[in-house]
């Protein structure tokens, strides 16, 4: 199977790496001609541009690109990869982007000849490399059928949530449940505390009762409650603020397209924007219990 993947960065260069482990053909391309160098070094073929990277004819093509502003810029028009790439290739797009534009793309490559899956994931840069992402994947079954071994190569659970743009609204409605969820632990646990009770103690309590969740119980946000938790860094590494609120703004517009309410959602957009503003975008969402503590 030849493989070609565009957007080598934090969870594509991973991804990438993990294909050729798994012993897949695969040419490469990124504008960071470093990122390019580093998969060639693995044995990738290094493409100079994306005009070359699709005119090598790939069975597979996937992309891993930062939003959808990308993703339709590379993907669209008359010199986009949808026209440019032999006919039929199967596309698959990594990329966390809002499902109206999943579905835009995936209509325009269908039209063209192509199939198409979106495969949002989750898992983070270290589930990237270790091969253990969740793939939500959107698409027809046939074609989930062809992309399962190459997403094996990548990722430990594979999902089909139904049509074109249904694997971004997995994605879109999970982070903005761990959005609230997280400010929700973060309220509950500097509430206790200012109570009067241990930390450590509450956080027992609450993850062996109804309040538990991941935000509880494995990124727990308050410092010195779990040993590896970003909160016991200083708040570094993780899922950065920047991010939670780049995929809450995502989940808040599909809202608006769908006159659905998420009255939690845009409350958490709000305040993860506030807290971002403060300068705190890079430090692990967690941190939004800064907004709660007293000094
Ligand atoms: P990143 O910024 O590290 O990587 C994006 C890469 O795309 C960069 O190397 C950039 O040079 C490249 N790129 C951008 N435009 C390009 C173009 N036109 N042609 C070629 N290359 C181009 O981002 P990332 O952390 O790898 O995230 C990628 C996607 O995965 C995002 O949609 C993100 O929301 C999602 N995601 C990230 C994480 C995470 O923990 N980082 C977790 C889950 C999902």
Same mark, same amino acid.
């Given at each position: 199977?030849?493989?070609?993947?565009?957007?080598?960065?934090?969870?594509?260069?991973?991804?990438?790496?993990?294909?050729?482990?798994?012993?897949?053909?695969?040419?490469v391309?990124?504008?960071?001609? *470093?990122?390019?160098a580093?998969?060639?070094?693995?044995?990738? +073929?290094?493409?100079?541009?994306?005009?070359? =990277?699709?005119?090598?004819?790939?069975?597979?093509?996937?992309?891993?690109?930062?939003?959808?502003?990308?993703?339709?810029?590379?993907?669209? /028009?008359?010199?986009?990869?949808i026209?440019?790439?032999?006919k039929?290739?199967?596309?698959?797009?990594c990329?966390?982007?809002? @499902?109206?534009?999943?579905?835009?793309?995936a *209509?325009?490559?269908?039209?063209?000849?192509?199939?198409?899956?979106?495969?949002?994931?989750? /898992?983070?840069?270290?589930?990237?490399?270790?091969?253990?992402? $969740?793939?939500?994947?959107?698409?027809?079954p046939?074609?989930l059928?062809?992309?399962?071994?190459?997403?094996e190569?990548? /990722?430990?659970n594979?999902?089909?949530?139904?049509?074109?743009?249904?694997? +971004?609204?997995?994605?879109?409605?999970n982070?903005?449940?761990?959005?609230?969820?997280?400010?929700?632990v973060?309220e509950?646990?500097?509430?206790?505390?200012?109570?009067g009770?241990?930390?450590?103690?509450?956080?027992?309590?609450?993850?062996?009762?109804?309040?538990?969740c991941?935000?509880?119980?494995?990124?727990?946000?308050?410092?010195?409650?779990l040993e590896?938790? @970003?909160?016991?860094?200083?708040y570094?590494?993780?899922?950065? $603020?920047d991010?939670m =609120?780049?995929? =809450?703004?995502?989940? $808040?517009?599909?809202?608006?397209?769908?006159? &659905?309410?998420v009255?939690?959602?845009?409350?958490? &957009?709000?305040?993860?924007?506030?807290?971002?503003?403060?300068?705190?975008?890079t =430090?692990?969402?967690?941190?939004?219990?800064?907004?709660y503590l007293?000094?």
């Amino acid at each position: 199977m030849h493989i070609g993947f565009l957007g080598l960065g934090n969870m594509g260069g991973p991804m990438a790496s993990n294909l050729l482990k798994a012993g897949h053909q695969l040419s490469v391309f990124d504008l960071s001609s *470093q990122a390019v160098a580093e998969l060639a070094e693995q044995g990738a +073929q290094a493409c100079d541009s994306l005009q070359t =990277l699709v005119t090598g004819a790939p069975d597979i093509f996937i992309s891993m690109l930062p939003a959808a502003a990308h993703v339709k810029g590379v993907y669209l /028009g008359d010199d986009g990869v949808i026209q440019q790439l032999r006919k039929p290739t199967l596309l698959i797009d990594c990329s966390t982007i809002d @499902p109206h534009s999943a579905r835009e793309v995936a *209509q325009a490559a269908q039209e063209a000849g192509h199939r198409m899956l979106d495969a949002p994931v989750s /898992g983070g840069t270290s589930g990237a490399q270790a091969g253990t992402l $969740t793939f939500m994947v959107g698409g027809s079954p046939e074609d989930l059928a062809q992309a399962q071994p190459v997403l094996e190569a990548m /990722g430990k659970n594979i999902t089909h949530c139904g049509d074109n743009g249904n694997g +971004q609204v997995a994605k879109v409605a999970n982070n903005m449940l761990l959005g609230i969820s997280m400010i929700g632990v973060a309220e509950a646990m500097a509430l206790g505390v200012s109570l009067g009770m241990d930390a450590k103690v509450l956080a027992s309590i609450i993850n062996t009762s109804s309040g538990r969740c991941w935000s509880s119980e494995i990124n727990n946000p308050y410092p010195e409650v779990l040993e590896h938790a @970003p909160a016991n860094r200083g708040y570094s590494g993780g899922f950065g $603020t920047d991010l939670m =609120l780049k995929d =809450l703004g995502l989940a $808040t517009e599909a809202a608006g397209l769908a006159k &659905q309410p998420v009255m939690l959602g845009a409350a958490a &957009q709000q305040l993860y924007q506030a807290f971002s503003l403060q300068g705190n975008g890079t =430090l692990d969402f967690s941190a939004i219990i800064k907004l709660y503590l007293k000094e």
